[in-house]
């Protein structure tokens, strides 16, 4: 099972950016697919990006399209969700996310995966 740290959050004005990072073990990483999800006071988890397997294809929720960029790094085992133009509506707890040898839809359509982190604090000040 692979395990997943995250790491990068904090207090941001709007407008401004921050890279989370999510550092994973125990597996080989490179066999996954992975995602970050995010979840807001008083709401559901939500699907935020992901990067397939194997060809890395990228998906993106429409509400961070144009402003969020998810990237990997098979290396150093960590995925990257760089965040710009951040607005208010950004602030929750964003969590990574992983899936065995899955194109990414599994994070899309909320399907099973297999490891989750847990959670780096995102907030976003007006």
């Known amino acids: 099972q692979v395990k997943l740290v995250e790491s990068g959050g904090g207090l941001v004005q709007a407008g401004g950016s921050l890279r989370l990072s999510c550092a994973a073990s125990g597996r080989t990483f490179s066999n996954y697919a992975m995602g970050w999800f995010r979840q807001a006071p008083g709401k559901e988890r939500e699907f935020v990006a992901v990067i397939g397997w194997p060809g890395g294809r990228t998906y993106y929720a429409d509400s961070v399209k144009g402003r969020f960029t998810i990237s990997r790094d098979n290396a150093k085992n960590t995925v990257y969700l760089q965040m710009n133009s951040l607005k208010p509506e950004d602030t929750a707890v964003y969590y990574c996310?992983?899936?065995?040898?899955?194109?990414?839809?599994?994070?899309?359509?909320?399907?099973?995966?297999?490891?989750w982190g847990q959670g780096t604090l995102v907030t976003v000040s007006s």
């Open positions: 996310a992983a899936a065995f040898r899955s194109d990414g839809m599994a994070f899309v359509e909320g399907g099973a995966l297999d490891a």
